[in-house]
């Protein structure tokens, strides 16, 4: 009976005849039961909204603490009033270690969800911790008065033996707030000439878009280094002035506003894959192990082509980087797809046991300038976006040409595909003419003035998890010309 009240409280009081404590710690424990249940359940969005909460977290600690000591202040209790008087200490000994067992049973899961809630708090602390930015105004609502909320995704390339960051992987997811459909737009990293909104001071610096010097220094993924290297303090008080270069750029030349922008620096990206044992990809043609495209020199090795391949750490990041003999588009494509492949493998098992490292790793090599004010109403957008299909458009050369953008014609591809033309007999109900982009979802920045009306024709965006795919007949064609030449030849 002393197991039994522990497994459910107050069964042992029942059955030792206190029938109304009994009752009461049933109830109790039964409302708690239904209370957890809703939470993983219909209230999921509301486990993750305290999940995100600094301060809700210290709660919910000392409520499992608390919770803790009282379910084995019951078993002890409990198991005290089941004992006979006349015992035998042999049998004292065995109810007592068997008690002990249980207590440890209570007692040990408690403090694996405290240092759960623990890591949780201090990732929330400083990753979203209150930063000094340009680009952000921590009083406005993104969510409650605008159609899209755009956020700049970054790879920085920094590390060990590398100067600086350089954003090799540059993306913005914008979001529909009313929907939660998202598109992805990928900008290739040697994009020239990136423009600036005439009303910041960067381009009174940069009228011609920007330059620094050289055309290799000058390209889009040495924007992050190079512009406040050259002009430190242009936008006042920031504690990253280079993702706030970026964020005006690259927003002007689609003719979106940025809100917030998310960067993960690849030197701590191995780390984060071992921690969630490995990520699986399929490889469509063979894959450069390091290499030197500027210099000629050859990879050490190369990743076959081969569907499934289960990486870790260091595999994932080669796999991710390699870039010899290839096009930036292919990398582009592949670092999406481990992205991609990231997220499957954060299974919720995973995620729970290795949670504490995969905290701190994160901490180590993700920076934002998301507020902690805006986590909630971003928890409510993450449920929209997980039911929606991610869409993609890759601005790869056959829509541009990255040494002579037109941004004209780019920001028309962006509002083509945030704002595609109904078919004909399918016309809005406010009475827009069909073909005509209904004003409700429009970007809020602008168009530029002259910009084309995209002209009528397939849309440039496709499902995002398509270049993902294992492509058997790329693989057999990559094979049968047999594998490039390395340093091992």
């Known amino acids: 009976m ?33 209370g957890v249940a809703w939470l993983a359940t219909a209230g999921r969005r509301t486990a993750v909204q305290i999940a995100v909460d600094a301060n809700w977290l210290i709660w919910l600690i000392g ?9 084995m202040a019951v078993v002890v209790a409990g198991y005290r009033m089941l004992l ?26 408690a403090f694996y969800a405290t240092r759960l809630g623990l890591a949780q708090r201090g990732l929330i602390e400083g990753l979203f911790a209150e930063r000094e930015s340009a680009t ?8 409650g008065d605008q ?28 979001i529909a707030t009313d929907t939660g459909q998202t598109t992805l737009f990928s900008l290739p990293r040697n994009l020239q000439e990136l423009p600036f909104p005439a009303d910041s001071p960067l381009a009174e610096v940069y009228p011609d878009g920007f330059d620094a010097g050289s055309e290799s ?24 002035p280079g993702a706030d270069f970026l964020k005006l750029g690259v927003g002007e030349a689609l003719g979106l506003t940025i809100d917030y922008f998310v960067l993960v620096n690849l030197d701590g990206f191995s780390r984060l894959v071992d921690a969630l044992g490995g990520i699986t990809v399929n490889v469509n043609y063979y894959v450069p192990i390091n290499g030197d495209p500027g210099t000629g020199e050859l990879p050490d090795d190369y990743i076959e082509p081969g569907p499934n391949q289960r990486m870790d750490g260091e595999r994932a990041l080669d796999f991710a980087r390699g870039r010899f ?66 869409r993609s458009v890759v601005f790869d050369t056959s829509l541009i040409d990255p040494a002579y953008p037109d941004y004209d014609e780019m920001r028309a591809i962006v509002r083509q595909a945030l704002n595609p033309a109904p078919a ?66």
């Open 2 to 34: 002393t197991v039994a009240g522990a497994v459910v409280p107050g069964v042992a009081f029942l059955a030792a005849g206190r029938r109304v404590l009994g009752s009461v710690v049933l109830t109790l424990f039964l409302l708690m039961v239904g």
């Open 63 to 71: 409520g499992v603490f608390a919770v803790a000591v009282l379910w």
């Open 84 to 109: 006979p008087e006349r015992t035998t200490a042999l049998r004292q000994v065995l109810g007592g270690i068997v008690v002990l067992a249980l207590l440890a049973g209570i007692a040990l899961p």
């Open 136 to 143: 952000v105004d921590v009083t406005a609502d993104p969510f």
């Open 147 to 174: 159609d899209r909320v755009n956020v700049l995704l970054l790879g920085g390339d920094g590390g060990q033996g590398r100067d600086g960051v350089r954003t090799d992987t540059v993306l913005v997811a914008s």
């Open 217 to 240: 220094e000058s390209l889009l993924n040495a924007v992050y280094r190079n512009g406040p290297a050259d002009h430190p303090d242009i936008l006042g008080r920031t504690d990253d």
């Open 325 to 390: 003999g290839l096009t930036d588009y292919d990398r582009m494509a592949r670092q999406r797809c481990t992205i991609n492949a990231i997220i499957k493998a954060a299974d919720p098992v995973t995620l729970l046991q290795q949670y504490q490292e995969l905290a701190a790793t994160t901490q180590d090599i993700v920076s934002t300038d998301i507020p902690q004010s805006a986590l909630d109403d971003f928890v409510d957008l993450a449920f929209l976006v997980k039911d929606t299909e991610l």
């Open 424 to 489: 004909a007999d399918d016309a809005p109900p406010d009475g827009t003419p069909p073909g005509a982009e209904a004003p409700s979802t429009a970007p809020r920045t602008p168009p530029t003035a002259g910009a084309p009306v995209p002209e009528a024709g397939p849309t440039p965006v496709t499902e995002a998890g398509d270049a993902c795919a294992y492509d058997r007949a790329q693989a057999r064609a990559a094979r049968a010309e047999g594998e490039p030449p390395n340093k091992a030849d």
